[in-house]
């Protein structure tokens, strides 16, 4: 046994540190949660009871078999949508495939229930496009219930499975397809039987994450499942108690909606992982040749699926800057819309920058050391520091939420009510991505370049902050904006636990739409677009220089 | 003086012994060559001395100070990179400062020492550059200008050439030993190439499993290897085993597979043997001619032909035996098929204790 020199005390602190933060703000009001579920009326007793109850009445049932199917239909259609799309980008003459590969991400980081509100406007009952279908006699498209729905999210979140499958096929080498056409296979046996599975495990991960996402999102059921039931909802209405508050029943969702994130990211992890097939291409595989058909073809297609993506924001904001009359869009170019807003919301709109920033912070102070410790040393204590750190990928927002106010709302520690708790629950909502930014950084650091520097008489510590923190920084940078964005548009977590002076601007905009003013709410999406695209642009050389992705 | 005195050396990864009680005296000026396949433990020892690696047991010295308890930036070796890693942050002369500058080292003499390192490397209006603007082999002079700069009393260098060109790679093998002379530096140099390590070293430690198989100058090494594994490793060898069928004075004869060879051994009869045999001790005899006085002579066939242009390779059958020959002579007229007479001379032979 070697004694616990410098060097393992300190990947020995980060860890412990990081589970005692995780242990209180994660795992303790998870605890929680599960208690609740699992409490009789009496408040005295553990019993499964409650389970049996909830899963024995039809609606909840219906819950968790509509958030299943909806995860699972907007994972499917994510596939067959971005995988064709995927090999055209990597192998194709697409037109603009640069622009295109540059703003395909961006449906992920836009507010998924802006998204959702930008489709009512144009397809709901009074929405831009119905209005004008019914005044030519022709039926209107739904966008609400399980097709709409379904849509909507696969709309938002194929990019999870477009993105890593380019990589993916970028990464075949092109021997691969020249053995196989060698040996006598056509293009399509060779895209079918050699392409399509190497990449396969890249589809599936990326697959996953969609699923995941769908049935944790709360903002989009919200707006468009009328009264169908989806878990993430039904949790929080049953929290929240619209007729007096069920913490019994709202735990046994919330469990349930934890069971489901918790068994497809294991399936990720035990499964997927281990599939990557090692293609280390010497080179791009080099575009194939089509006709002119096929490349117009190919073109219309992938500029035609982003652009539906992102139309509907577009939409959002031109609304913005026009006249409502009640709930009714009138022609005209106005900024009253903005000037309601600024007047009902310039608090939350300095909360939601405040809360982020302080997030942001919290979430790179402790995710760098994690990511740095996973990074260079490799051990028994970092793969439990690994899982530990991924885990509240696997919880969603609303859960999150619900456990922080059964943990802290009284007792020895009380957060609720205070700007505190929304930052902590964003900080670790945002650790995961922190954590993986961090690392993907440091994997392009070689550690030789460390132990040169300390070769040639410059301290470890020293070394750390006159060398691989330089090389570090724009890439955290990066990272630290693509957190703060996506904290910008958080809701699920949000909903549960603003209290008065402290809501934000996705509360905003949520109440406006409630409360029937859709001129603020426009006006609030806008500012949440534009909130979320500025810094972006601001950061996008050095995203693309440190290979983050929002992923 | 800078010798380095490395006694009882050990080192497990988990279940794997990566250096086995290793014990060695390098030589102060001496250019040495740890050389072995990889996961022998080559670069661990060398990572060792650098202290990246903590050794479990056992003790480094270099000259009268024990190193292998100090931090690593206290030890005052230079190392040189497999990767090279040069600093992408920092010009050349930034690279090449960095070490002088940890040293505080007045800058007027930092500015004087760096332009007579790159100068060294010839490099000399490079200063300036980025490293990403370099080719690989320029990165290499950049990597080794920082590591002589500081003047250590060691210099380290883990594979540093394996990702040149193989025309690179010789070159710059031969810049890096005029360096280490003309400097007087003792380095320890870490290769899987034979080739290499024959080249330009002083002396070699073939290193297999975490031991070290033997220590020598090249020719040792080469034509006295001291176990198979050596022999093997450096050069092509002929590595075969027989059974002592007669003794004649101070040789044996060896029955292999169907062939009875000569060999210098004093053992009794029923005795197993492992032997060696270079390629280029064996010759092809012209019908006429007779064998050398004292040779030992087989009739073969030929199986096969590899032109090489300074010399050919021949695989060559005696009976079930297939023996590597080596020939600097013209072949034009032998032939696959070609029955020939091969002889040998039995002093040539590598005898290895039984195991």
């Known amino acids: 046994m070697r004694a616990l020199g410098v060097r393992s005390a300190f990947p020995f602190g980060v860890t412990l540190i990081a589970f005692i933060l995780l242990a209180l703000f994660l795992i303790y009001p998870l605890a929680q949660v599960l208690v609740a579920s699992l409490l009789d009326p009496t408040g005295t007793t553990l019993t499964f009871a ?161 699923f995941v996402e769908t049935i944790e999102n709360f903002g989009v059921p919200f707006l468009l499942a009328e009264d169908r039931p989806i878990l993430a909802v039904q949790a929080y209405k049953l929290f929240v108690g619209e007729v007096g508050a069920n913490p019994a029943s709202a735990g046994v969702l919330s469990m349930l909606l934890v069971f489901c994130t918790v068994a497809a990211l294991l399936v990720q992890r035990r499964y997927l992982a281990r599939r990557r097939f090692s293609t280390a291409a010497r080179s791009q595989p080099p575009e194939l040749v089509v006709g002119a058909a096929g490349r117009i073809g190919a073109t219309v297609y992938c500029w035609g699926m982003v652009l539906l993506a992102l139309v509907p924001f577009a939409v959002v904001v031109v609304i913005s800057f026009m006249p409502f009359r009640g709930p009714v869009l009138h022609p005209g170019f106005t900024i009253d819309n903005f000037i309601v807003l600024i007047d009902r919301a310039s608090r939350p709109l300095l909360n939601t920058l405040g809360l982020a920033s302080a997030a942001t912070l919290a979430a790179t102070l402790v995710g760098l050391p994690i990511g740095y410790v996973l990074v260079r040393y490799r051990s028994a204590l970092a793969g439990i520091l690994d899982s530990l750190s991924m885990t ?99 809701l699920s977590a949000t909903i549960v636990l603003y209290s008065g002076p402290w809501a934000t601007m996705t509360i905003v905009m949520f109440q406006a739409l409630e409360g029937g003013s859709p001129g603020v709410a426009s006006a609030a999406a806008t500012v949440l677009i534009a909130v979320t695209l500025v810094p972006l642009l601001l950061v996008y050389r050095l995203l693309r220089r440190h290979e983050l992705s929002l992923t | 003086m800078a010798d380095i005195r490395i006694e009882g050396l050990h080192r497990r990864f988990g279940a794997v012994e990566a250096v086995d009680d290793v014990s060695l005296h390098i030589r102060h000026g001496e250019l040495f060559t740890l050389l072995g396949p990889s996961g022998c433990g080559k670069t661990t020892l060398l990572r060792m001395v650098a202290g990246f690696t903590d050794p479990d047991q056992g003790s480094i010295h270099v000259g009268d100070r024990r190193i292998d308890r100090l931090p690593p930036h206290r030890r005052d070796t230079g190392m040189v990179f497999q990767n090279y890693a040069i600093f992408p942050n920092l010009t050349v002369a930034g690279n090449v400062a960095y070490g002088l500058k940890a040293r505080r080292v007045p800058p007027p003499e930092i500015a004087r020492r760096v ?165 280029e001790n064996l010759r092809l005899l012209t019908p006429d001619a007779p064998c050398p006085e004292g040779w030992g002579s087989l009739s073969a066939r030929i199986e096969r032909v590899e032109f090489l242009g300074p010399l050919t390779r021949l695989e060559i059958a005696a009976g079930r035996l297939t023996l590597h020959v080596a020939t600097t002579e013209t072949v034009d007229m032998v032939r696959q098929g070609d029955a020939v007479t091969l002889a040998y001379d039995p002093a040539r032979i590598t005898v290895f204790a039984p195991p």
């Open chain 1, 50 to 210: 409650n389970y049996g109850r909830v899963l024995g009445i039809a609606f909840y049932r219906a819950g968790l078999i509509n958030s299943l199917t909806l995860g699972a239909g907007a994972a499917a259609i994510s596939v067959v949508v971005g995988v064709p799309m995927a090999f055209c980008l990597a192998r194709l003459p697409i037109v603009g495939r640069n622009w295109l590969l540059a703003i395909a991400a961006l449906p992920l980081v836009l507010p998924s229930f802006v998204g959702a509100y930008a489709w009512v406007m144009l397809l709901g009952r009074s929405g831009i496009v119905t209005q004008a279908l019914a005044s030519v006699g022709l039926p209107s498209l739904s966008i609400y219930g399980m097709p709409g729905l379904t849509l909507v999210f696969a709309l938002h979140s194929f990019p999870y499975v477009l993105l890593p499958t380019v990589a993916a096929f970028k990464a075949i080498d092109q021997s691969m397809e020249e053995a196989s056409l060698n040996l006598g296979a056509t293009r399509i046996a060779t895209f079918w039987r050699v392409q399509l599975p190497i990449a396969l495990p890249a589809v599936l991960a990326g697959a996953l994450l969609v």
């Open chain 2, 115 to 279: 332009a007579a390192a790159l100068g060294l490397v010839v490099l000399d209006d490079h200063g300036e550059r980025w490293p990403h603007q370099l080719s690989g082999g320029q990165l290499q002079r950049v990597a080794l200008a920082r590591a002589l700069v500081i003047e250590p009393e060691v210099l380290l260098l883990d594979e540093p050439l394996s990702n040149l060109d193989a025309r690179l790679r010789v070159e710059m093998r031969g810049e890096i030993r005029r360096l280490q002379q003309s400097l007087g530096i003792t380095a320890i140099y870490v290769t899987h190439d034979q080739e290499e390590a024959l080249a330009i070293s002083d002396r070699v430690a073939v290193m297999r499993a975490g031991r070290l198989e033997q220590v020598g100058t090249p020719t040792e090494i080469y034509h006295r290897p001291a176990t198979p594994f050596a022999a093997q490793f450096v050069g092509t060898v002929n590595l075969l085993q027989g059974t002592v069928v007669a003794r004649e004075g101070a040789r044996v004869r060896l029955r292999i597979e169907d062939q009875l060879l000569l060999v210098p051994a004093m053992v009794a009869p029923g005795s197993g043997l492992s032997i060696a045999l270079r390629p």
């Open chain 1, 392 to 490: 509240p990928l696997a919880v969603a927002g609303t859960v999150l939420g619900i456990g922080f106010v059964l943990a802290f709302n009284a007792g020895w520690l009380v957060l609720t009510g205070g700007w505190l708790v929304l930052a902590i629950v964003y900080a670790v909502r945002k650790l995961p991505f922190n954590v993986r930014a961090a690392s993907a950084i440091l994997h392009q650091i070689e550690p030789s370049l460390e132990e040169a520097s300390i070769n040639l008489g410059v301290s470890p510590a020293r070394t750390f902050v006159q060398l691989t923190l330089p090389l570090m920084i724009g890439g955290v940078v990066g990272g630290m904006v693509l957190t703060w964005v996506a904290i910008v548009s958080e």
